[in-house]
């Protein structure tokens, strides 16, 4: 069982940047493959970004990427999303994710590939 807390969000206008954090309980975190996913109001959840275990590889939505970097610390048991440039549609309700992945250098796009959820933290950028 893993638990995820995600923090860091807030409001900011177009261009600045933000870093969020989810922190993971537990003491396998670096078995977990890690992912951002995101949803705006009306709008389905869509992914943001995704990092292995290791955080050797990490692979963005095609909207983010260049602007956003995903990165984890597994001694401190978090996996960050740092948010550059910002855009106003960028505001969004945030998620990270947490799949099992053990030691496989395997990404993961969907949401329903994910095995636990954050409570989300809200991003919103004004114009």
């Known amino acids: 069982q893993v638990q995820l807390v995600e923090s860091g969000g807030g409001l900011v206008q177009a261009g600045d940047s933000l870093r969020l954090s989810c922190a993971a309980s537990?003491?396998?975190?670096?078995?977990?493959?890690m992912g951002w996913f995101r949803q705006a109001p009306g709008n389905e959840r869509e992914f943001v970004a995704a990092i292995t275990w290791s955080g050797g590889i990490t692979y963005y939505a095609d909207s983010v990427r260049g602007r956003f970097t995903i990165s984890r610390d597994n001694a401190k048991n978090t996996v960050y999303l740092q948010m550059n440039s910002l855009k106003p549609e960028d505001t969004a309700v945030y998620y990270c994710?947490?799949?099992?992945?053990?030691?496989?250098?395997?990404?993961?796009?969907?949401?329903?590939?994910?095995?636990?959820w954050g409570q989300g933290t809200q991003v919103t950028v004004s114009s």
């Open positions: 537990g003491r396998t975190f670096s078995t977990y493959g």
């Open positions: 994710a947490a799949k099992l992945t053990y030691y496989s250098g395997r990404y993961y796009t969907e949401g329903s590939e994910y095995d636990y």
